[in-house]
């Protein structure tokens, strides 16, 4: 039985080591970070609102009948077209419902066949509407809900477009008027606001409300981890994110006399209710399941107004629709005072780094024209601020892979005395100048700043069906090509399909690993040069664009490696590690 090497007690300490170093930094972060920013968000399911109004808004029901088609759904019911600069739609007479939302620059597949929906009416796959009305602590009141078939007002446009407003009307028969008057900007932005004319000769109390409703999960939902995706609050400068899973599993949010926005958000787009940002209203998130269908709902009612007879009370309220585009949101919460909108974009934990790189990204591609090319650069950038922490990582990584020979006559020599061997080891590290923990620490600064970068990219719309160089004509998508049809030579289609750039992914992987200084220990460097199939298989899944991004990160690491190994001199840098010593051993002997 082969005995163990003496130096596996040194890697087992060294490991325990540096478990114990980065349990503790994870303890640090947790502590004085991550639980200070997550405390105020946790979801408030057992508050129970103080107003009754709350508990009158319509709660979310899964669609139970016969799921039909969008096209069939809109035309059964008389509709006020849209026809915005940015978004094309209707309006539902029935319920006065925004429920038909087209992006007009956005499209479902590269062929820009059929525009992206963002909303579709109840009864329809993917139901996603906008309702808004009225309720009030006098159960006599008749007030519109969804089944009430509203008209335009006289003198009202019958088409909303950029700039212009149309009024729809109900009167509910019993003295009092309701109106309702849409106005749509030059982009995403909608403003509803709501009027009650009093003709009785009583007064009523009355709270408005808005809802958001989704009775489906996205399409797509679940194929990325590291963004939030589903209901999300800021009420009272507290963020709150609520998955879809949380809200099936019971959670929901339930606050009083707040102010702030809530919505739903998706990777790309966003809808939102925004009142004026020192208002203060009643918010909540809740959901509700029936058998395999699901409703998810964000919903608002204002404070309590008092109608006298004869006068009119108002409620305006601003509903944003549309893709999240920094610029854009920052130029609403200049003209309309909206507090922290910019976190409808989860930047995450590593804010802080991630918005800068996001503000980068965006003015590299205003300045290349491209995306891809934008991605490249961006990368060297970092890398390049980076040299001196990645130069010490591969100096003590080159300097280890240097001294290994040295080492492994050490471990043969006092392979028998375990302490002696331990000392020489430690004498050889001070001889040349060696630290075997000196590259862990630029490699742990290292890698939030490259979470922030690839969070980053995955964030941008802009690389939702951009074209790149070749043959990736979607940078959102993964990679078109398959290695198992000889990138298409062959005609048939495999289970499985692995394209070019993660091919080329996998290949910078292995001249790193050939950089590297192997294991000490045959099986884990054996383990470690499966890394790379492994890795390339999981990433033939991911959209080209961050493929690319880890290609080219890892062309720029080898090129930085590459460049130490041959300054430091001494070893071998033919990226083919031990390649040398084998031709050595094919050359026949020099008396032979």
Not at 109 to 129: R, W
Not at 455 to 477: C, N, Q, T, Y
Not at 536 to 562: D, E, P
């Amino acid at each position: 039985m082969k005995s163990p090497s003496p130096n596996d007690k040194e890697d087992t300490a060294n490991l325990v080591r540096f478990a114990v170093v980065a349990l503790a930094l994870l303890f640090l972060y947790q502590t004085f970070f991550q639980k200070p920013q997550q405390q105020p968000i946790q979801p408030q399911s057992q508050q129970a609102l103080s107003q009754q109004a709350q508990q009158s808004i319509p709660a979310p029901v899964p669609d139970q009948q016969d799921i039909k088609p969008r096209a069939d759904v809109i035309a059964a019911t008389s509709r006020v077209p849209i026809h915005g600069a940015k978004v094309t739609g209707s309006i539902s007479l029935a319920g006065a419902r925004i429920d038909d939302l087209s992006l007009n620059d956005q499209y479902l597949t590269i062929e820009k066949k059929e525009h992206v929906a963002l909303l579709s009416p109840s009864g329809t796959a993917d139901a996603y509407y906008i309702e808004s009305g009225w309720t009030s602590d006098d159960k006599t009141a008749v007030l519109p809900d969804a089944k009430t078939v509203w008209s335009l007002a006289a003198g009202s446009a019958k088409t909303l477009v950029t700039g212009s407003t149309v009024t729809l009307q109900w009167d509910n028969g019993h003295g009092l008027l309701f109106e309702r008057t849409i106005a749509l900007d030059e982009n995403y932005l909608f403003t509803v606001t709501q009027k009650v004319t009093n003709k009785t000769t009583s007064e009523i109390k009355l709270n408005a409300w808005h809802l958001i409703s989704r009775h489906s999960l996205p399409p797509g939902y679940g194929a990325n981890m590291y963004l939030h995706e589903g209901p999300l609050a800021d009420l009272d400068d507290k963020l709150t994110e609520l998955t879809y899973k949380d809200i099936i599993g019971g959670k929901s949010l339930e606050s009083d006399d707040v102010h702030g926005w809530l919505g739903i958000t998706d990777k790309y787009w966003f809808v939102g209710v925004f009142p004026a940002p020192d208002e203060k209203f009643n918010a909540r998130i809740i959901g509700s399941t029936t058998g395999t269908a699901q409703s998810f709902q964000t919903d608002i009612v204002s404070g309590t107004q008092t109608l006298a007879p004869g006068k009119s009370v108002e409620d305006k309220k601003f509903i944003f629709t549309g893709i999240k585009n920094m610029p854009l949101i920052n130029a609403y919460q200049k003209l309309y005072g909206f507090r922290h909108m910019d976190l409808t974009f989860d930047f995450g934990k590593l804010f802080f780094i991630t918005k800068p790189f996001f503000f980068l990204l965006h003015w590299l591609m205003d300045l290349t024209g491209n995306v891809g090319l934008a991605i490249l650069c961006m990368t060297v950038i970092i890398r390049t601020a980076m040299f001196p922490l990645a130069s010490k990582s591969y100096r003590s990584m080159a300097g280890m892979k240097k001294i290994g020979p040295q080492m492994q006559l050490l471990k043969e020599k006092y392979g028998s005395d375990k302490d002696k061997l331990q000392a020489e080891l430690l004498e050889l590290y001070k001889k040349e100048d060696v630290n075997p923990f000196s590259g862990c620490w630029p490699m742990l600064v290292q890698i939030p700043i490259f979470i922030a970068l690839y969070k980053s990219i995955l964030l941008s719309v802009e690389m939702r069906h951009a074209p790149f160089w070749g043959w990736i004509h979607d940078l959102s998508s993964p990679d078109p090509t398959n290695i198992f049809t000889l990138f298409g030579l062959i005609p048939w289609n495999p289970p499985y399909s692995i394209g070019a750039w993660p091919c080329l992914y996998c290949l910078t992987m292995i001249l790193l690993q050939r950089l590297a200084p192997p294991m000490p220990d045959k099986t884990q460097n054996q383990l470690q040069s499966y890394f790379p199939f492994i890795f390339t298989f999981m990433f033939a899944k991911f959209s080209a664009g961050l493929v690319i991004y880890w290609t080219w990160s890892n062309a720029l690491s080898v090129l930085q490696q590459y460049y130490i190994l041959r300054k430091i001199g001494g070893q071998d840098v033919s990226l083919l590690r031990g390649h040398s010593e084998r031709r050595k051993k094919k050359q026949p002997p020099a008396n032979g």
